[in-house]
Nanobody, 126 residues
Framework: QIQLVESGGGLVQAGGSLRLSCAASGRTFGNYCMGWFRQAPGKEREFVAAINWSGGNAIYTDSVKGRFTISRDNAKNTVYLQMNSLKPEDTAVYYC???????????????????WGQGNQVTVSS
């Protein structure tokens, strides 16, 4: 079991950058696939990016490809989301999530994830 705490959100102008961090408790963080999801007002929570247990395989939703990068540091029990070239449509509450897996390919489906952070607001102004 892991507990997740996000940080790094805030307000940024369009075209700017932010880096989200998600710190995990527990000694087996390296056995978890980690992902980032986001939820805008009035919309469903949607997949953004995920990374497998080793950091060797990452997937992204089409709208963030080339702008966002997910990474992890298992020694620090932390997963990151580097967000560049931000757009107003990226405005949302961003959630870190995880599920136990040592498989090679991370999954984009929300129901796959068992553990969730509290959410962190990202606001991009035009």
């Amino acid at each position: 079991q892991i507990q997740l705490v996000e940080s790094g959100g805030g307000l940024v102008q369009a075209g700017g950058s932010l880096r989200l961090s998600c710190a995990a408790s527990g000694r087996t963080f390296g056995n978890y696939c980690m992902g980032w999801f986001r939820q805008a007002p009035g919309k469903e929570r949607e997949f953004v990016a995920a990374i497998n247990w080793s950091g060797g395989n990452a997937i992204y939703t089409d709208s963030v490809k080339g702008r966002f990068t997910i990474s992890r540091d298992n020694a620090k029990n932390t997963v990151y989301l580097q967000m560049n070239s931000l757009k107003p449509e990226d405005t949302a509450v961003y959630y870190c999530a995880g599920y136990y897996s040592t498989g090679s390919r991370p999954k984009p489906w929300r129901d796959q994830y068992d553990y969730w952070g509290q959410g962190n607001q990202v606001t991009v102004s035009s």
